[in-house]
């Protein structure tokens, strides 16, 4: 089977093929022309002849016509009759030759006439000829340089076909080592998902352990517990007074007035401290797990770190070249996150207050900043309307989320970071795989913009607050709603309004414009108390790891101690 050619070398091939049988018809008229020549120069030589001919019996003619009558006079003058009879025959010959010779002459005349025309037509038709020619040649002319064209548009595409075909094979090659790479990385999952089989076996026998050794210890404290009762009823018998007086206060044994409480977080009912951030706006804080460390971001380009018992200065950690927007302790205590209106996230190590890290990439100011459970991984929200996931320790990131509406804040809902949720401008809550990249669920569970979200620390449940006045506690596998918290008087702002649990997730907390700090009992959704202590919009409030105690952020400069 013949091979096909393609398009364009068959259009090439069929212009040639018209050229040369234009180039044939021409050389055809050139040929006719030639012999139409040849015959007009016929023409013209017999045209001459024949005029020479004419005029040679012209002559011939007039000689005759003289000699006749000069003979005629001759004949009468002499007067002889046998030399008259001889003299009327030669006349009658003469004038008999002269009419031949008048009508050879007119013969000639006519074709004389008839090569004039003949002439004259073949010159029309030169002339004809000699135009078509030159149309022919211009024509010519432009074929030829369309055929020139031609083989420069195929000389380009001939280039441009084995520029292709190295892209290609360049494409092949990166092709190949993509696909070596994912058999490299499908390896690595297989033997991940191994060792997270042999962990989770590990975890299910440690928390069997765990529950074990809980309820021993739990067998033990009521053992005590009945001993206790069993020594008070013992010594209640023997002096009532000093049994009571011993077993009414709980230091006798060691006991706290918090630990007598069960270890339950409280409402606060008033301040009993206050730290001056020494900054112009407060935007975010953030404590660390064990309570010690308090960090704080703000208009500065500071973040600033204060011990959080006595309120004394520690870090000011410099490197933002534009104001902190939010800021995040690890959970080990050993980073410090803050994301900034320069479009970068920064970290920095809190053993040395040294900057270690710049998280690069956004294009528009990074609204809020997150470290996964083992601080391996970092989320990152920007104006841009991506969420970013960085390894930690490389500083690169590793996916990027398009979350389409604006975002004001984003929380981790499990120890690994598989999940976020993210708080929207269009009035709803999203929840996201970081690995694929993909929106797993969302719910517009707000009438206007949700400002804020925190999930409790075993990721199940979602606390979002709203600028329609209304704290919201969702299920995070669902998003149904499962309490809703609001009060007269409570307006949050628009810029900076986060709300926290505490750790026992008995209470919600969120600060008001008003600059009152409002709490509700998460299970009744009732409101507990408010408390008005700042002087200024509360921008964040957060409880310490015991629950005892609560900071309230205000956005010009103080940060108040309540308990």
């Given at each position: 089977?013949?091979?096909?050619?393609?398009g364009?070398?068959?259009r090439?091939?069929?212009?040639?093929?018209?050229?040369?049988v234009r180039v044939?018809?021409?050389?055809?008229?050139?040929?006719?022309?030639?012999?139409?020549?040849?015959?007009?120069g016929e023409?013209?030589?017999?045209?001459r002849?024949?005029?020479?001919?004419?005029?040679?019996?012209?002559?011939?003619?007039?000689?005759?016509?003289?000699?006749?009558?000069?003979?005629?006079?001759?004949?009468?003058?002499?007067?002889?009759?046998g030399?008259?009879?001889?003299?009327?025959?030669?006349?009658?010959?003469?004038?008999?030759?002269?009419?031949?010779?008048?009508r050879?002459v007119?013969?000639?005349?006519?074709e004389?006439?008839?090569?004039?025309?003949?002439?004259?037509?073949?010159?029309?038709?030169?002339l004809?000829?000699?135009d078509?020619?030159?149309?022919n040649?211009?024509?010519?002319?432009?074929?030829?340089?369309?055929?020139?064209?031609?083989?420069?548009a195929?000389r380009?595409?001939?280039n441009?076909?084995?520029d292709?075909?190295?892209?290609?094979?360049e494409?092949?090659?990166?092709?190949?080592?993509?696909?070596d790479?994912?058999?490299?990385?499908?390896?690595?999952?297989?033997?991940?998902?191994?060792?997270?089989?042999?962990?989770?076996?590990?975890?299910?026998d440690l928390?069997?352990?765990?529950?074990?050794k809980?309820?021993e210890?739990?067998?033990?404290v009521?053992?005590?517990?009945q001993?206790l009762?069993?020594?008070?009823?013992?010594s209640?018998?023997?002096?009532?007074?000093?049994?009571?007086?011993?077993?009414?206060?709980?230091?006798?044994?060691g006991?706290?007035?918090?630990?007598?409480?069960?270890?339950?977080?409280?409402?606060?009912?008033?301040?009993?401290?206050?730290?001056?951030?020494?900054?112009?706006?407060?935007?975010?804080i953030?404590?660390?797990?064990?309570?010690?460390?308090?960090?704080?971001?703000?208009?500065?380009?500071?973040?600033k770190?204060?011990?959080?018992a006595?309120?004394?200065s520690?870090?000011?950690?410099?490197g933002?070249?534009?104001?902190?927007?939010?800021?995040?302790?690890s959970?080990?205590?050993?980073?410090l996150?803050?994301?900034?209106s320069?479009?970068?996230a920064?970290?920095?190590?809190?053993?040395t207050?040294?900057?270690?890290?710049?998280l690069s990439?956004?294009?528009?100011?990074?609204?809020?900043?997150?470290?996964?459970?083992?601080?391996?991984r970092?989320?990152?929200?920007?104006?841009?309307?991506?969420?970013?996931?960085?390894d930690?320790q490389r500083?690169?990131?590793?996916?990027?989320l398009?979350t389409?509406?604006?975002c004001h804040?984003?929380?981790?809902?499990?120890?690994a970071?598989?999940?976020?949720v993210?708080?929207?401008?269009?009035?709803?809550?999203?929840?996201?795989?970081?690995?694929?990249?993909?929106?797993?669920?969302?719910?517009?569970?707000?009438?206007?913009?949700?400002?804020?979200?925190?999930?409790?620390?075993?990721g199940?449940?979602?606390l979002?607050?709203?600028?329609?006045?209304m704290?919201?506690?969702?299920?995070?596998?669902?998003?149904?709603?499962?309490?809703?918290?609001?009060?007269?008087?409570?307006?949050?702002?628009?810029?900076?309004?986060?709300?926290?649990?505490?750790?026992d997730?008995?209470?919600?907390?969120?600060?008001?414009?008003?600059?009152?700090?409002?709490?509700?009992?998460?299970?009744?959704?009732?409101?507990?108390?408010?408390?008005?202590?700042h002087?200024?919009?509360?921008?964040?409030?957060l409880?310490?790891?015991?629950?005892?105690?609560?900071?309230?952020?205000e956005?010009?400069?103080y940060?108040?101690?309540?308990?």
């Open positions: 089977m013949a091979q096909t050619k393609p364009w070398e068959a090439i091939l069929a212009q040639l093929e018209q050229r040369e044939a018809t021409v050389a055809k008229v050139i040929q006719s022309y030639n012999r139409l020549a040849g015959k007009v023409f013209a030589s017999h045209s002849e024949v005029e020479a001919r004419s005029r040679e019996l012209q002559g011939e003619h007039e000689r005759m016509f003289e000699n006749y009558h000069h003979g005629g006079g001759m004949g009468m003058g002499m007067g002889g009759g030399g008259g009879g001889g003299n009327v025959r030669g006349t009658t010959l003469a004038q008999q030759r002269i009419t031949d010779l008048e050879e007119e013969t000639l005349k006519e004389r006439s008839a090569l004039y025309r003949t002439q004259g037509t073949n010159a029309q038709r030169l004809d000829l000699s078509k020619m030159r149309e040649d211009e024509r010519l002319r432009q074929q030829e340089l369309e055929i020139s064209d031609s083989h420069e195929l380009r595409s001939n441009k076909i084995n292709l075909q190295d892209a290609l094979k494409k092949d090659g990166t092709i190949q080592i993509l696909q790479e994912m058999s490299a990385l499908q390896l690595e999952i297989v033997q991940i998902e191994e060792r997270c089989g042999r962990l989770q076996a590990e975890n299910d928390v069997k352990r765990w529950l074990k809980m309820n210890e739990a067998e033990k009521n053992e005590v517990t001993e009762e069993q020594i008070r009823r013992k209640a018998a023997l002096s009532p007074q000093m049994g009571a007086a011993m077993f009414d206060d709980d230091r006798f044994f006991l706290s007035p918090m630990s007598a409480q069960n270890g339950g977080s409280v409402a606060p009912r008033g301040a009993v401290g206050k730290i001056d951030a020494r900054m112009e706006e407060l935007h975010s953030a404590l660390s797990r064990n309570g010690e460390l308090l960090a704080v971001g703000g208009h500065s380009t500071t973040v770190v204060f011990d959080a006595t309120g004394d520690i870090y000011s950690l410099t933002c070249l534009k104001g902190v927007n939010h800021v995040e302790i959970t080990d205590g050993s980073m996150l803050a994301a900034s320069d479009n970068t920064r970290i920095w190590k809190l053993d207050g040294r900057h270690w890290k710049s990439g956004h294009i528009g100011s990074v609204v809020t900043a997150k470290f996964s459970t083992d601080a391996s970092v989320f990152t929200y920007s104006q841009d309307r991506t969420v970013k996931v960085w930690t500083g690169l990131c590793t996916k990027t398009f389409v509406s604006s804040d984003i929380d981790v809902l499990d120890s970071g598989s999940r976020i993210t708080a929207h401008m269009d009035n709803s809550i999203r929840v996201w795989d970081t690995a694929s990249g993909k929106k797993l669920r969302e719910a517009a569970i707000h009438k206007e913009q949700v400002m804020s979200v925190c999930a409790n620390r075993s199940t449940r979602i979002t607050n709203s600028c329609d006045g704290l919201k506690l969702v299920d995070a596998s669902t998003l149904d709603v499962l309490t809703v918290m609001s009060a007269a008087g409570y307006r949050p702002s628009r810029n900076w309004a986060r709300a926290s649990l505490s750790p997730e008995r209470f919600a907390m969120a600060g008001s414009i008003d600059g009152k700090l409002y709490i509700w009992d998460v299970n009744s959704g009732d409101l507990v108390r408010s408390l008005d202590i002087k200024s919009p509360v921008c964040d409030a409880w310490d790891p015991t629950g005892m105690r609560v900071y309230s952020a956005k010009s400069r940060i108040m101690i309540l308990q």
